[in-house]
């Protein structure tokens, strides 16, 4: 969050993922700070949930290879995020609109994934099961 934040105050991209997510949960392009307070939960909610997808996917199938499994996962959130939850909006194109915060998503995912992951193999106890 903390890139993503960074990134939009300095103009780089036109919206941050607790935006998407503020403006997919309210259903309205134009937010304020309640619905980006909203945003930013629903942002930190998800992220949790998809570590917890790394952490349960190297703990059944191994930590070799846990970098790329984890930026693997983190793919998966950013197509997800792009593909399936943009398409709820009532217009997606507003959402879809900026390819530097669609960019800004992918590599932000893979690198929290790879991330995520690196921690998880390194520093939990992740026997196979």
């Not at 103009?11 to 304020?32: D, E």
């Not at 998800?46 to 703990?59: E, N, R, V, Y």
């Not at 932000?108 to 939990?124: E, H, K, P, T």
């Amino acid at each position: 969050m903390i890139i993503s934040w960074t990134f939009y105050f300095l103009g780089l991209i036109q919206q941050n993922p607790s935006i998407f997510h503020a403006r997919i949960l309210t259903n309205k392009y134009q937010v304020g700070f309640a619905e980006i307070m909203l945003g930013v939960l629903g942002n930190f909610i998800a992220g949790i949930a998809f570590a917890s997808i790394i952490i349960i996917l190297l703990k059944y199938a191994g930590i070799d290879y846990a970098i790329m499994k984890g930026a693997s996962i983190g793919i998966i959130n950013a197509m997800l995020q792009y593909y399936v939850l943009a398409r709820l909006f009532h217009n997606p194109s507003l959402l879809t609109q900026d390819i530097a915060s669609i960019i800004h998503v992918y590599i932000v995912y893979i690198l929290w994934g790879a991330l995520v992951a690196y921690i998880s193999s390194r520093y939990f106890q992740l026997e196979t099961s």
